[in-house]
Every structure is written in structure tokens, then in C-alpha cells.
């Protein structure tokens, strides 16, 4: 059964730094994308970023570009986010996300597993 | 990048109603667009991929069709257990945006 769990969320004052974890099992790690999404309250769902299996191929939403770097320890099956400059705007339950494929070529793409969510708050 | 659009954003009908919601996109998608259901406090989970295909497990009362940059949830029988929000998403070219959601509750 594929567990996904974050860890890492916190309360934080506007301008600092905090890094979530994403520790993965249940599937073979390094032959899946993995993604962050967050719900906020003023944006509903939203996709912060996502990882191909070796980490080589990274996507970031506009939203959080430049002030977030996505990456994967593979030999440790873990995902991580590492946010800097947080601004209120980006409180919010920050989810790790597999993405799936319908078939080997990846045709329909889609997140099937989600952890639980880490609560990240920033707030003076 | 592709914006998203879902509508309505709240939608109140009747157990045994039939329900349609909609989601736009600002540009063709190659059919590459999914629909997850979210219930409060919860991770969402995907009930349709692909515009129709719908995923393993998911009650045949959900069905999704559509075409270009238009496309539609559709709920055949509403059911107590639906209601929740859900979300369009396509993964046709990063960022691989959400719509903002259509939230369904009982009348």
C-alpha cells in the first residue's frame, strides 16, 4: 500500500525559511513523479511543484517560483520542499503527491496517492 | 500557462438529482484533464482521468466528458456520500494547475 507522510509544517513569521519532508514507501520511489500541492483558503487547490524520478526535470507554479526548490533523495525515499521569503499568502495544508500514468508512455497523467498533509502557517 | 475556470462554485441539489459542473480551460488541453472529489478535513482523490476514464473504484455515478478546452463532471444519482468539492486539473503542460472548485452540498 503506497504511504505517503509529510512532516515539517510549522508555525512561521513572514520572511523565513522552513523545509518539508514527503517520506515515501509502499512503491518503488524512484520510478514515479512526485509533486507538492497546497490548499489555501484564498486559493482552493493549488500546484506548487513536481519532480521526475531522477530529480533532473523540476516544474514550478508561478506563484511560488524562485522562492521554492523541490527535490528528492531517492536511496532515501523521500521527497522534500524547501520554501524561503514565506509570505501569509502561503499558509496552507501542503500535500506530497504521486503522479500516475494510464500507460508506460505517460499519456493521461494523474496524482492517485496523497499523504495526509502538514499544516504550514505564517503569521507575525 | 493554462487558467483554469470551474463553475458554478457552489451547487445545492437533491439526493437522487442529477448534477453537472464545468471546467474551462484558457487553452487546449489534449484531453489531459482529471477531476478529483475533496471531502472537509480530507487529501482528495481522483475520480476521473483523461476527460472519461474513470478511475478504479469510483462509483459509475460519476462520469466526466467534453472536448477542446470545455469539459464536465457529471453526477448521475446524487448521493449523501458526494457531497464535497471537486476539482478539474489538467496535466497537458506544467504548471499542472487546478481549477478553483465547485463545492456540492444537499439541499
Known amino acids: 500500500e503506497v504511504h505517503l507522510v509529510e512532516s515539517g509544517g510549522a508555525l512561521v513569521q513572514p520572511g523565513e525559511s522552513l523545509r518539508l519532508s514527503c517520506a515515501a514507501s509502499?512503491?518503488?520511489?524512484?520510478?514515479?513523479?512526485m509533486n507538492w500541492v497546497r490548499q489555501t483558503p484564498g486559493r482552493g487547490l493549488e500546484w506548487v511543484a513536481n519532480i521526475n524520478p531522477s530529480g533532473r526535470e523540476i516544474f514550478y507554479g508561478d506563484s511560488v517560483k524562485g522562492r521554492v526548490t523541490i527535490s528528492r533523495d531517492n536511496g532515501k525515499n523521500s521527497l522534500y520542499l524547501h520554501m524561503k521569503a514565506l509570505t501569509v499568502h502561503d499558509t496552507g495544508v501542503y500535500y506530497c503527491?504521486?503522479?500516475?500514468?494510464?500507460?508506460?508512455?505517460?499519456?493521461?497523467?494523474?496524482?492517485?496517492?496523497w499523504g495526509q498533509g502538514t499544516l504550514v502557517t505564517v503569521s507575525s | 500557462d493554462i487558467q483554469m475556470t470551474q463553475s458554478p462554485s457552489d451547487l445545492s441539489a437533491s439526493i437522487g438529482d442529477r448534477v453537472t459542473m464545468n471546467c474551462q480551460t484558457s487553452q487546449s488541453v489534449d484531453e489531459k484533464l482529471n477531476w478529483y472529489q475533496q471531502k472537509p478535513g480530507k487529501a482528495p482523490r481522483v475520480l476521473i482521468y483523461g476527460v472519461s476514464t474513470l478511475q478504479s473504484g469510483v462509483p459509475s455515478r460519476f462520469s466526466g466528458g467534453g472536448s477542446g478546452t470545455d469539459f464536465t463532471l457529471t453526477i448521475s444519482n446524487l448521493q449523501p456520500e458526494d457531497v464535497a468539492s471537486y476539482f478539474c486539473q489538467q496535466t497537458y503542460s506544467p504548471p499542472e494547475s487546478f481549477g478553483g472548485g465547485t463545492k456540492v452540498d444537499i439541499k
Open positions: 509502499g512503491f518503488v520511489f524512484d520510478t514515479f513523479w
Open positions: 503527491a504521486r503522479t500516475t500514468a494510464d500507460n508506460i508512455w505517460g499519456t493521461y497523467r494523474y496524482v492517485d496517492s
